[in-house]
């Protein structure tokens, strides 16, 4: 095989739907990858499961599988996706009865044994504070993050859709490579190349001007029509970076170069389960409108551990926000905001007033220019009694006719936080395997269907 062409159709778990369908109905795709995990999503789906045992797995997936089975099944486009989330199991059989709704049945291949909550060592320190795990509360989930040696089985059973867990995000791109080029697994220069087509494409709309236009030094032409990007990727793993004619966006060497070092700590040993990828000397060139090629990764053998990702129950969160405008809107939201401390008295921890528009984002030392005519206050608490939490809500609301004058469109909520804390195990303390979901008989209209 000369080169395979593929693409990424989502970034994260609530990206759009609509240019993945492009992708694969216009892209001439052997592989569309849907990323759709975060450090913190698989946390949430899990306390999801823990609520309704049902609900594990992203909750667009089968939209997803909705839009995209009929464009799957007729272009011969296979699907890989960390969207199984807390249950890749359960998300495979919804997969399957999805695509059999819409008309085109598929087999899905569900990769199992990310999840290590019973083999995680809770003595370890958490890599963010060096504080044993166990002792930030009670641990409810904890997945490694696989890489492409745990798909490439899923891929050799040949089922047109692959759906894991917490899989690396460039993992969902390399697994597909190596099963089309045969490339080895300690083929570290390859799979370093791989891997930085992979880093380049995971975040779909970011390669294509998404989170890059910020006019008028940065402009991106039809953003609202904003394609996702595609890889034309050579059996040496070097690629070219694209996007569909046409479509929305721009690909060039800014944004590719923008891509490469996002969430890159060291770009000199970018840490897969595949690979310690070196991306110091990758270089990217335009090759054509819209085109960039990329190669000059090289790699070294990979990590002995994997990264887990953990959630713990870490109390509840409560918070509310209230609107001032006019003359004093800031003035009035500040004293709003000392109203609700002093009326708390205390009782909730991590207690943050912020006023949107003026210190939110950066704090009071950002500061600058007229005083805004409308603000938001925001207040939040978090503690591990509920009613505590509820307290916060509670004085929000209260503000209405209890607070200064002019308060409006009040918006309040309780929620119970799920904490993310990070750790290594043993590669050989994780075990993956392959569940094999068959295609379903597509799903007949009735008569009033048809009539």
Partial sequence: MSRIRIGCGAGFAGDRIAPAVDLVRDGRLDFLALECLGERTVALALARRLRDPSAGADPLLAKRIRALAG???ATGTRLVT???AADPEAAAHLAARVSAEAGAPMDVAAVVGD????????EQPAWEDGKPLGEHGEIVSANAYIGADALLPALETEARA???????DPSLFLAPMMSAFGWGADDWDTLARGTTVGHLLECAGQLTGGYFADPPYKTVPGLARLGYPLGEVAPDGSAVVTKLPGAGGVVDTRTV????????????????????ADFTGVRAERVGPDRVEVRGAVGRPRPDALKVSGGYRAGFRGEGEIGYAGRGAVRRARLAGEVVRERLGGAVRDLSIEVVGVDAMHGPQAQEG???YECRLRVAGRSHDREAAEAVAEE?????????????GVRVRVDEVVGVLSAGIPRDAVETAVVRVAARAAERPTDAEEG
């Fill in 71 to 73: 464009p799957l099944a």
């Fill in 82 to 84: 960390n969207a199984g």
């Fill in 115 to 122: 999840d290590v909550l019973d083999r995680i060592d809770l």
């Fill in 162 to 168: 692959v759906v894991c867990g917490r899989a690396a």
């Fill in 257 to 276: 170069a923008e891509q490469l070092a996002y969430e890159v700590t060291d770009p000199s040993a970018y840490l897969t389960p595949d690979v310690a």
């Fill in 370 to 372: 007229a005083e805004p």
């Fill in 396 to 408: 929000v609301d209260a503000l209405y006719t209890s607070g200064p004058a002019g308060g409006g």
